[in-house]
Structure formats: structure tokens, C-alpha cells
């Protein structure tokens, strides 16, 4: 069973310019979750998606920033006129259905690490 | 603000040694897991404490979880080189779903 794919690994975009980075959960999982981790920092809630539903995005900011997990294919954090701020790794978890009574594990992808010049 | 604060920041340790980490977080919470992050590179899940659990061992760790003091210790034993790495708590909030917050880590160098 693959694990959680994203892609590109390594993304560099210009000031202005448009990031998008992609995320295939594991098999038979539901729950996409997106996070993002500034150097030295630990990892920061953005979004949480369900097939074609937003459930949380209390952690994305309001502009330039959208999410999206479609019926048929990976789900899609889009950044849009990137500044340098938003360099960082952007790391996607997923997760099954959520378990009767709380939480079940979220496994992570490797990241995409987006660079802004 | 951060839900999970992991004390120490950095721990320096030669290989053998036993290494804790400890986590503090705020509010209550279902479960809190443990993972870690080699330089570089994405999160592995180490292990899950559920809130009505008091202690969790999974090979060499052992994970403990104080719910009256909101918090909760991680224990290496016997470390390696290979254990080397940033190591985060997280918890989920007690709303009904998996918001997972993270602490700010505790980076762990083990010296061969």
C-alpha cells in the first residue's frame, strides 16, 4: 500500500507567480489534511478536507491561499502571487474514516518544500 | 498559540543513553500522538496515547500521559545514532474530529 504522494518535492517559483502542490492520500482514505512547517518551527494546521467537502480551514490564510479535494484525484493547495513569506514545507496527511470516539492517525507525506525568489 | 509545547528544545545525548522528552499542551484532548521528523524530511508516527491511558510502550519507547497536569513524556532507551532527529507531540482537540495541533518539537542528537 503506497504511502501518502505528494509532488513536486522541490518547487521554486518567483514573487507573483502561482504554486501549486499536489496530494494523493493513501488508499482508502477520505481525510486530507495540509500543514506547514516554517524552518526551525513545528508544523501548523491549514486545511482539513474531505472528498469535495471543506471541513476546517481555520488555518489557511484568507487570501491567495485554497484548497480542494475532488471526487477523482489528489487534493490541491494552490497558492497564488506567492511572496517570499510563503516559503516553507507544505506537508499533506491522510487519514480513514475517523474511528467511533476521537482520532485515528494521520500519515504524512514527504512534503513539498516551496522556495518563493 | 501552540497547543503542544515540547521541553527540552535540544537534547545532546551519547548513544546508549536513555533520552526524555516531555509535552505540555492547554486544553483538553482525546489522544496525543508522538512523531518524528528526520532533517529534511516528512513526519513518521511513533506512537498514539489515548486520553484514559496512563502509559504506552512500543520497542524502545515509552510514552506516558498525565491528563490532570496536561502533559505527557516521551522515553528513548538504549538510544541510537539513527534516532537522531526533531521530535513533535500532537494533539487533536476534543470537538469531534482530527485538527491535530503540534508543538514546536525537541531536537535530539544522539553521538555515536
Known amino acids: 500500500n503506497a504511502g501518502v504522494m505528494q509532488n513536486p518535492r522541490h518547487l521554486v517559483r518567483r514573487r507573483g507567480q502561482e504554486a501549486r502542490l499536489r496530494c494523493s492520500p493513501m488508499?482508502?482514505?477520505?481525510?486530507v489534511y495540509w500543514y506547514r512547517q516554517l524552518p526551525e518551527e513545528g508544523l501548523k494546521f491549514m486545511v482539513y478536507l474531505q472528498k469535495e467537502n471543506i471541513i476546517d480551514e481555520s488555518g489557511m490564510p484568507k487570501e491567495r491561499f485554497s484548497a480542494e479535494f475532488p471526487k477523482e484525484g489528489p487534493s490541491i493547495l494552490r497558492i497564488q502571487q506567492v511572496v517570499r513569506g510563503d516559503s516553507a514545507a507544505y506537508f499533506c496527511?491522510?487519514?480513514?474514516?475517523?474511528?467511533?470516539?476521537?482520532?485515528?492517525?494521520?500519515?504524512f507525506g514527504p512534503g513539498t518544500r516551496l522556495t518563493v525568489l | 498559540s501552540q497547543q503542544g509545547e515540547e521541553d527540552p528544545q535540544a537534547l545532546s545525548i551519547q548513544e546508549g543513553e536513555n533520552a526524555t522528552m516531555n509535552c505540555s499542551y492547554k486544553?483538553?484532548?482525546?489522544?496525543l500522538q508522538w512523531y518524528r521528523q528526520n532533517s529534511g524530511r516528512g513526519l513518521v508516527h511513533l506512537i498514539l496515547i489515548r486520553s484514559n491511558e496512563r502509559e504506552k510502550h512500543s520497542g524502545r519507547l515509552r510514552v506516558t500521559l498525565d491528563t490532570s497536569k496536561k502533559s505527557s513524556s516521551l522515553l528513548i532507551t538504549a538510544s541510537r545514532a539513527a534516532d537522531t532527529a526533531s521530535y513533535f507531540c500532537a494533539t487533536d482537540g476534543s470537538g469531534g474530529y482530527q485538527k491535530v495541533t503540534f508543538g514546536t518539537g525537541t531536537k535530539l542528537q544522539v553521538i555515536p
Open positions: 488508499k482508502g482514505h477520505s481525510h
Open positions: 496527511a491522510s487519514s480513514p474514516e475517523i474511528q467511533r470516539g476521537g482520532q485515528d492517525t494521520q500519515y
Open positions: 486544553t483538553s484532548i482525546n489522544n
